[in-house]
């Protein structure tokens, strides 16, 4: 299966992998509807990958929604990022049901690419504080990202979400995400079709020196509980993430061409340790999202050398076997 990517930049093969899954309840705080659908949407479980290739971070998103009726013609939803994005593809289908399964205990231990239609350079200003990039469309996604150029920017980005139909980012919400050259990508989703839609994962990649979960993000989010995958070099402990309030499960040893062949693609056909975090109940009292330091992250894992080269192999191990299905570069 080929992947169809919309480039704007350049990427290289994954190095640290970091996962998460937001399993909501019956909201649709996160969820932008048109102001005549009168249906409750409901998000039934967001889900994301995350992994580092030591230059840039890679996000993939995924989200199943429903409504008692047929649902919308498009609904939208908006993310923060730390920096434009250079690439955007839909992902495999099944990826996260493989990593959700290659983490259920017990499991053994083992002791560039391009694609049609890539975005414009042209841009247009939003105003003094951003600047609206040309859209992007991704299969049914249409990629609209909006960069900040000065932190005092959120009176100006709120007007362009409301006059372009997604709900205003509350100010606690823009504080930790404002920062010149960050970005917040309003995302729409047309024709999902039913009362039921699954769509196919959004793999966005951006520059950036770590891998981040924008968990404080969801602080409207409803309640809501969290898995999340990391896929490191060495094992974690079950309490890297306790101050993010998420427990861990013991890391299991991956190994290429195994029972996870949607992974390794996106590893480099790379060896680690897959571990799989949860928490629940987040926005409920003492599991405020607004009340977390921090995000989740993880740093990008090799020492950059001279000439731009990067150094892995203390990190990683790379088998010299080929995946079944590899990545087709087109």
């Known amino acids: 299966m080929s992947t169809r990517w919309i480039r704007a930049g350049r990427a290289t093969a994954g190095l640290f992998i970091f996962a998460l899954a937001l399993v909501a309840g019956a909201s649709q705080a996160c969820i932008h509807v048109p102001t005549e659908y009168r249906e409750a949407v409901t998000e039934r479980t967001k889900q994301a990958l995350l992994f580092h290739d030591g230059t840039n971070a890679h996000l993939v998103i995924g989200t199943q929604v429903a409504a008692a009726k047929k649902l919308p013609e498009h609904f939208s939803w908006v993310l923060p990022l730390p920096s434009l994005p250079s690439r955007y593809a839909e992902a495999d289908a099944f990826l996260f049901e493989e990593l959700y399964r290659a983490t259920e205990p017990p499991r053994p231990s083992f002791g560039g690419l391009r694609g049609k239609n890539a975005p414009k350079a042209g841009a247009f200003s939003g105003g003094v504080g951003i600047e609206v990039h040309t859209p992007v469309t991704v299969g049914r996604y249409e990629i609209r990202p909006v960069q900040v150029l000065r932190e005092r920017a959120g009176d100006e980005l709120n007007r362009w979400l409301t006059g372009s ?144 080269a990067t150094h892995s192999a203390k990190h990683w191990r790379t088998a010299s076997i080929r995946v079944t299905k590899p990545l087709v570069i087109r």
């Open 165 to 308: 139909g997604y709900a205003p980012v509350p100010a606690s919400m823009q504080q930790y995400y404002l920062r010149p050259g960050a970005v917040f990508l309003a995302v729409k989703v047309r024709n999902p079709g039913g009362e039921n839609a699954k769509l196919k994962p959004l793999h966005i990649v951006y520059r950036s020196e770590q891998v981040a979960m924008p968990l404080k993000f969801a602080e409207k989010s409803g309640i809501f509980d969290v898995l999340l995958y990391t896929f490191t070099p060495q094992p974690l402990r079950p309490t890297h993430f306790a101050a993010h309030r998420v427990m861990g499960l013991p890391s299991v040893s991956i190994r290429p061409g195994g029972s996870t062949p949607l992974l390794a693609r996106i590893t480099g056909n790379r060896q680690g340790y897959l571990t799989r975090f949860t928490g629940y109940r987040f926005n409920t009292p003492g599991r405020l999202v607004r009340t977390l330091r921090t995000d989740p992250s993880l740093p990008a894992p090799p020492t950059r050398l001279s000439g731009g």
